[in-house]
């Protein structure tokens, strides 16, 4: 499998350290972070919002994508997606995202499905929006030649690979595939990995990276005790990568295997070379 970062881990990364790093440590490729953040939201921190030398959005793409494409051939890396926050009914900016793709050599990008759960709005009538909005970007992407993914992913209307299945088994796996994310479904959406997969099947396009410990958040006055997940290192959570990377390779997925470690602790250039090591180990058995 080949094994790539997803820049949002790289903050402090120029685009040439970060193809030089990369290839020097054995990776294979990117996951590029596309996010336009506002001042407000790099002050509250969202998403990891920091100062960014990488930083890149659906706006300067037409001129980034030229620069990160230079960068990838120098150190022989691919750019294996783009990991977007762009909703799902956000046409005009997918259409971007779409006219860029090939300069970047790359086929897919990820967008956001509706949050879950929503106080105003019914799951059911999501659901049936969803897929009336996926029935657009498909034909968006079919003329780009490109493919559209969805991510199991916490309080969103997919956390699970059948919830990710339900929606996408509308289109055609060419053009609309999932990003099968186990780090996600230690918060919600946890089923069997190899039902999952074989659920999937031709619709699994692409795999996320990373791991939780559920810890004590709190004990209310009643003695009820709450708990919450806490990022850690991936081999030490909940989700059982290894375990995940065994049903993979007997279901015969040789595609994009992305990290995405919010575990940041400590040097963030050792995390990453640690990853990598513990990464091609499970998925390449090296």
């Given at each position: 499998?080949?094994?790539?970062?997803?820049?949002?881990?790289?903050?402090?990364?120029?685009?040439?350290?970060?193809?030089?790093f990369l290839s020097?440590?054995?990776?294979?490729?990117?996951?590029?972070?596309?996010?336009?953040?506002?001042?407000?939201?790099k002050k509250k921190g969202y998403c990891f919002a920091g100062?960014?030398?990488?930083?890149?959005?659906?706006?300067?793409?037409?001129?980034?994508?030229?620069?990160?494409?230079?960068?990838?051939?120098?150190?022989?890396?691919?750019?294996?997606?783009?990991g977007t926050y762009v909703k799902c009914f956000e046409l005009e900016v997918m259409e971007e995202l779409c006219r860029n793709l090939?300069?970047?050599d790359c086929r897919t990008f990820r967008v956001i499905m509706p949050p879950y759960p929503n106080d105003n709005r019914d799951r059911n009538q999501m659901f049936t929006d969803t897929v009336k909005a996926l029935a657009e970007i498909e034909k968006l992407v079919k003329?780009?030649?490109?493919?559209?993914?969805?991510?199991?992913?916490?309080?969103?209307?997919?956390?699970?690979a059948s919830a990710a299945y339900r929606l996408v088994s509308n289109f055609d796996p060419e053009?609309?595939?999932v990003i099968f994310d186990p780090g996600n479904m230690v918060f919600e959406g946890f089923e069997n990995y190899r039902q999952g997969i074989q659920l999937l099947g031709r619709y699994l396009a692409h795999v996320h990276v990373k791991n939780y410990q559920w810890q004590?958040?709190?004990?209310?006055?009643?003695?009820?005790?709450?708990?919450?997940?806490?990022?850690?290192?991936?081999?030490?959570?909940?989700?059982?990568?290894?375990?995940?990377?065994?049903?993979?390779?007997?279901?015969?997925?040789?595609?994009?295997?992305?990290?995405?470690?919010?575990?940041?602790?400590?040097?963030?250039?050792?995390?990453?070379?640690?990853?990598?090591?513990?990464?091609?180990?499970?998925?390449?058995?090296?």
């Open positions: 499998m080949k094994l790539a970062v997803y820049t949002i881990l790289m903050p402090e990364f120029s685009l040439e350290e970060l193809g030089q020097e440590t054995g990776y294979d490729g990117l996951e590029l972070r596309v996010l336009e953040i506002s001042e407000e939201q100062d960014f030398k990488n930083d890149i959005n659906p706006k300067n793409l037409k001129v980034k994508a030229p620069l990160v494409k230079a960068v990838c051939d120098k150190y022989k890396l691919r750019v294996c997606g783009l090939k300069t970047l003329k780009y030649d490109a493919k559209v993914l969805i991510e199991t992913h916490m309080n969103m209307i997919t956390p699970s053009h609309v595939g004590i958040k709190e004990t209310t006055p009643d003695g009820f005790i709450i708990w919450q997940p806490k990022p850690c290192l991936p081999w030490e959570g909940v989700a059982n990568l290894k375990q995940f990377a065994e049903e993979l390779k007997q279901a015969g997925y040789d595609g994009w295997v992305s990290l995405e470690d919010f575990n940041i602790t400590g040097d963030n250039r050792k995390k990453l070379i640690d990853d990598h090591k513990f990464m091609n180990s499970i998925f390449n058995g090296a």
